[in-house]
T-cell receptor, first 114, second 112 residues
Framework: DAGVTQSPTHLIKTRGQQVTLRCSPK?????VSWYQQALGQGPQFIFQ???????QRGNFPDRFSGHQFPNYSSELNVNALLLGDSALYLC?????????????FGPGTRLTVT | QKEVEQDPGPLSVPEGAIVSLNCTYS??????FMWYRQYSRKGPELLMY????GNKEDGRFTAQVDKSSKYISLFIRDSQPSDSATYLC????????????FGAGTRLFVKA
């Protein structure tokens, strides 16, 4: 059973650049959520995608955008990178329905902005 | 005030000890309460979830929810060095999709 996969594992970018992170959900899951986890902090909710649309959004600026594809995979895009965007970006998948609070996380992409 | 408060620790215990991890929350709309375990440089792993007030047991782990006090706990019995990790509490509310809020995580070290 394929779990949640994310790519790349690590990424180093320069301030002002743009970045795209990718996520493939657990087999059978249709909902993808993205989180930002700063060092020593818990994951912070960025947004959630279901049926190829952004369904919910946390307190993040418009520089953060995403997309979900027909195969349920998803991308997270961050424009005009700031030093403060350095963090572990986590993708979590779930199956829409009564138990969709059960999320399964990928290993994350560690983004460093210099 | 944060919606979910969790003492970041670190918490250091000897092998075999009973560990108690706790979180408080302010939003009475939270419906589901979860505990995740996160090893260094890994993604969080769902350990347990509960819906109502009361206790839920799974092996060495017991999750406890007290909605009247807005307080949740995770107990680990007979702690092992392999339990050394960061434990994250999380709470979900349905707002046209489940939105999950995490605590800051408590770092636990179990010494052999």
């Amino acid at each position: 059973d394929a779990g949640v996969t994310q790519s790349p594992t690590h990424l180093i970018k320069t301030r002002g650049q743009q970045v795209t992170l990718r996520c493939s959900p657990k087999s059978g899951h249709d909902t993808v959520s993205w989180y930002q986890q700063a060092l020593g902090q818990g994951p912070q909710f960025i947004f959630q995608y279901y049926e190829e649309e952004e369904r919910q959004r946390g307190n993040f600026p418009d520089r953060f955008s995403g997309h979900q594809f027909p195969n349920y995979s998803s991308e997270l895009n961050v424009n005009a990178l700031l030093l403060g965007d350095s963090a572990l970006y986590l993708c979590a998948s779930s199956l829409e329905g009564d138990s969709s609070y059960e999320q399964y996380f990928g290993p994350g992409t560690r983004l460093t902005v210099t | 005030q944060k919606e979910v408060e969790q003492d970041p620790g670190p918490l250091s215990v000897p092998e075999g000890a009973i560990v108690s991890l706790n979180c408080t929350y302010s939003n009475s709309a939270f419906q589901y309460f979860m505990w995740y375990r996160q090893y260094s440089r890994k993604g969080p792993e769902l350990l347990m979830y509960t819906y109502s007030s009361g206790n839920k047991e799974d092996g060495r782990f017991t999750a406890q929810v007290d909605k009247s006090s807005k307080y949740i706990s995770l107990f680990i019995r007979d702690s092992q060095p392999s339990d050394s990790a960061t434990y994250l509490c999380a709470m979900s509310v349905y707002t046209g999709g489940f939105k999950t809020i995490f605590g800051a995580g408590t770092r636990l070290f179990v010494k052999a």
